[in-house]
């Protein structure tokens, strides 16, 4: 994600007489976040519609994975007033907790200002950008969305993070129970809630932000489920599919 929103700043930079540039995450100079959350929030406005239809109240915890935050702010945004609903945003933790091992701008990020925005960035002493990993390329980020950094100081927003050993068994939950394949980047909310949801009265309403499919994913999951019967025939057959495209 930093190398596409690199390379689209800096050809905006070079040709902004004739050049206009879409960014699909709430990054970058003002206005884009501010227009990627207006468009995104469809998702929050269609979740509390749907919600108040078929449970006649309010959740009380909205999940999103957190890279850039285009997903999460747009999920959030219409809840943010409504103090009552937990608003949880999930990064990677990665393999581990060293430097270059996740993605995690909290706890370990502090204030910068890079790619012409100001927000929370993972950062050496220099201001150098710092290595990250992620299993998810999308999360695979040392910046945050900035309003989703404000509303984290703020205290309206909390974050927790998922590691990659776990968001392949919350793939694997979620395709196994529901027939859903999510992205792995919406499997790190997924993660996260299988740890929450133990810990909450039985009739607690929790909304979980499925932002991708996971399709794009299918050789690495393939990979993570080698010794599984079933992940090993979906490899060959995308693997027998790509040698006909």
Not at 173 to 201: F, K, Q
Request: glycine residues 12%; hydrophobic residues 40%.
């Amino acid at each position: 994600l930093k190398d596409a929103v690199n390379a689209a700043l800096k050809d905006y930079i070079a040709s902004s007489a004739d050049t206009h540039y879409l960014l699909g995450s709430a990054l970058g100079p003002h206005p884009y976040p501010t227009m990627v959350r207006d468009f995104q929030s469809v998702v929050g406005q269609e979740i509390m519609t749907q919600l108040r239809q078929a449970e006649g109240r309010l959740p009380g915890y909205v999940v999103a994975c957190v890279g850039g935050g285009s997903n999460a702010i747009g999920a959030f945004g219409p809840f943010v007033p409504h103090e009552s609903v937990q608003l949880v945003g999930v990064e990677a933790g990665g393999k581990g907790s060293g430097t270059g091992e996740h993605a995690q701008r909290f706890p370990y990020g502090r204030t910068g200002i890079v790619e012409g925005y100001k927000s929370v960035f993972l950062q050496d002493d220099d201001g150098q950008l710092s290595p990250t990993h992620s299993i998810s390329a999308g999360l695979d980020y040392p910046g945050i969305g900035p309003e989703l950094a404000w509303l984290h100081e703020q205290g309206r927003i909390s974050f927790a993070c998922a590691r990659d050993d776990a968001v392949i068994e919350a793939v694997d939950l979620l395709a196994r129970t529901e027939g859903i394949l999510p992205a792995l980047e919406s499997a790190h909310a997924v993660a996260h809630v299988v740890e929450l949801a133990p810990r909450l009265d039985r009739d607690e309403v929790v909304v979980i932000n499925i932002s991708g499919r996971g399709d794009k994913d299918l050789f690495i999951l393939a990979d993570a489920f080698a010794d599984q019967e079933f992940y090993a025939f979906l490899r060959t057959e995308v693997e027998h599919h790509g040698q006909q495209d």
